[in-house]
């Protein structure tokens, strides 16, 4: 019998946490915003909304889409740019109790290296997002996160920069999610975010018009959760590092889905917009599965319900 509380510590990379909860860049501010709403010392570690090398202003609106099972969504990175944010924003960060992950954006291989050097130089970051959904302008336009050497070459580079914890964002709009994945651990990845949203449109049929100003956008909410479930079960089994499962997670029942499917971490993204208590409630709930089964921490349900995570894979997390 378990005759202490189990720990859900969890540990990517170098970054150690209290909690498996990151909260989705782009969906939680930088924390603080969520501060009357719940208790910000049970979430793991904000992600911040992705920063690119210059100020973006954003795709045209209308920007969201309202769908029968989630969102779709076209912001276009819009941002301040790393100068302003690195003197406006980033100062904040450190007198906060909660852990806050930078998000870093890029069109070539050298803005990612810019913006990634300048945002790991400073110690209120706890660790580095790369979102490689973004076309290199260098390539034809072509996604970073669609070509393993691409993924490859942006990772390298950004390994070469810094010694924090590097996460890296597959995108699900690939034909092999795995192959990305392993090209991404073996240039220095530390974890994987697993995964972002899911190429979609709608069109308003009164006005024969795309209803989203840029056309397409991207899919989130618990529409895409089959979708996230199967790309970590399936990236479980070709990679060894750490993932951070994330796609329509709501609830406590789908955050184990992804734990249990082989990740480490879980990230609440669209949720947090309908009810921002989602993260402290999976965070007790959590406690509370692993109590009722006698377990003693997080790490002894991760991979559970993968074969092939579970004969490949050393859990790095709190064993404790």
Same mark, same amino acid.
């Given at each position: ?168 964002? #597959?995108?699900? %709009?690939?034909?092999? !999610?795995?192959? =990305?994945?392993?090209? *991404?651990?073996?240039?220095? /990845?530390? &974890? ?98 692993? #109590?009722?089964? %006698?377990?003693?921490? !997080?790490?002894? =349900?991760?991979?559970? *319900?993968?074969?092939?995570? /579970?004969? &490949? ?8």
């Amino acid at each position: 019998m378990v005759e202490t509380q189990p720990s859900l510590a969890i540990k990517l990379g170098k970054l150690e946490l209290p909690y498996p909860t990151l909260m989705g860049s782009g969906c939680y501010g930088s924390g603080e915003e969520f501060a009357q709403f719940t208790d910000l010392r049970k979430i793991g570690a904000v992600v911040l909304k992705s920063v690119t090398r210059l100020p973006r202003v954003g795709n045209p609106t209308p920007r969201l889409v309202h769908t029968p099972a989630g969102m779709l969504n076209a912001i276009g990175l819009q941002n301040p740019g790393i100068d302003w944010y690195l003197e406006h924003e980033v100062p904040k960060y450190g007198r906060r109790p909660w852990r806050v992950i930078g998000s870093v954006a890029g069109f070539s291989v050298d803005d990612y290296a810019y913006v990634c050097e300048r945002l790991a130089a400073r110690d209120e970051i706890a660790a580095i997002e790369l979102n490689i959904s973004c076309p290199n302008v260098a390539s034809e336009g072509e996604t970073f996160a669609c070509d393993p050497n691409l993924t490859a070459k942006v990772v390298r580079t950004c390994r070469g920069l810094t010694d924090k914890t590097l996460i890296v964002k #597959l995108s699900p %709009n690939v034909t092999d !999610i795995t192959a =990305i994945a392993f090209e *991404a651990e073996a240039a220095g /990845a530390d &974890a994987l975010a697993v995964i972002n949203t899911v190429r979609g449109m709608a069109i308003d049929v009164d006005t024969w018009h795309p209803r989203l100003g840029n056309v397409t956008g991207g899919l989130s909410g618990p529409a895409i959760r089959p979708i996230a479930v199967l790309a970590v079960y399936e990236v479980a089994r070709v990679v060894t590092i750490p993932i951070v499962g994330q796609g329509g997670i709501e609830t406590t029942r789908d955050a184990l889905e992804f734990l249990l499917a082989g990740a480490t971490a879980i990230s609440i993204g669209t949720a947090n917009f309908t009810d921002p208590r989602v993260p402290e409630r999976i965070v007790e709930e959590l406690r509370e599965y692993l #109590l009722n089964r %006698n377990l003693a921490s !997080i790490g002894e =349900i991760v991979g559970k *319900a993968n074969v092939g995570f /579970a004969t &490949a894979h050393e859990y790095e997390g709190d064993q404790g």
